[in-house]
């Protein structure tokens, strides 16, 4: 299975492969970045994919993969959106949508770096656009990739000193179920469309799987409330990630 290497994604992802270990299958985590971990199931190094985004952050690394196999998408764990927040303590009067950035005053007390995570992630690629889009370079700000961690380590120490900080984010993400972020109006349409988050499997391994497991598979619902607290068990309450999820299937009777 590969998976694309974010915690929300490695959280879900693992609730995957609870669900198929108690199908009786063993189950190989293969971690890399969106893209190649498309590459990699259009190559045949994965059978499956946890999770796609489709059809806005996603559907273009899909159609690659399609060029040369067609994929069975499965399931709904959960209905992705990419986002920019802020803190709730900025002022909603402040600061309600995307061009108030631009207000001198906001500019002058906002934080101008704003943190994003790796170059092919969906939010990364809608980001850029919206800083040639609104100008923002022209008032200061500036947006920077980089992993995750410096993402949300950036978030937490501005709010740990009540500064006024945008967060590219997306949901679901554990900071949601911590913290109260306020996501901020784009209506130029520029952060994509609600998606579906889906597995994906090669048309050619499907024969390895029973209709019965394919349904099970399909029938697999999450929400972005249940990742986003079960990510937050793992990443802030240092929590075993499969523990975690065996733990949250069993209560709800799926395994």
């Keep these: 299975m590969g998976v694309t290497d974010l915690s929300f994604h490695r959280t879900t992802a693992s609730l995957v492969t609870n669900v198929l270990k108690a199908l009786g299958f063993e189950v190989e985590r293969i971690f890399s970045p969106h893209q190649e971990n498309f590459e990699k199931l259009k190559t045949g190094d994965v059978d499956m994919l946890s999770s796609a985004w489709l059809p806005s952050s996603h559907g273009i690394y899909k159609a690659g993969v399609e060029e040369v196999e067609p994929l069975i998408e499965l399931g709904l764990h959960y209905e992705p959106y990419a986002l920019w927040g802020v803190p709730n303590y900025v002022p909603k009067e402040a600061v309600s949508e995307v061009a ?31 800083m040639k889009e609104y100008g923002l370079s022209d008032s200061g700000y500036e947006f920077f990739t980089g992993s995750e961690g410096d993402c949300f380590d950036a978030f937490e120490s501005a709010v740990a000193n009540k500064e006024w900080v945008i967060v590219p984010l997306w949901q679901p993400q554990f900071l949601h179920y911590r913290y109260d972020i306020r996501e901020i109006k784009e209506p130029k349409g520029l952060l994509g469309i609600v998606d579906r988050a889906v597995l994906l499997l090669r048309n050619d391994k499907k024969s390895l799987f029973s209709e019965q497991q394919i349904q099970k598979l399909d029938s697999l619902r999450f929400s972005n409330d249940i990742i986003a607290e079960l990510d937050y068990k793992v990443c802030r309450e240092g929590k075993s990630q499969d523990a975690v999820t065996h733990a949250w299937l069993v209560e709800k009777g799926l395994i």
């Design 100 to 130: 108030d950035l631009l207000k001198p005053e906001v500019a002058e007390r906002m934080k101008a770096q704003i943190q994003g995570i790796n170059p092919g992630a969906g939010i990364t690629r809608f980001s850029i656009q919206m």
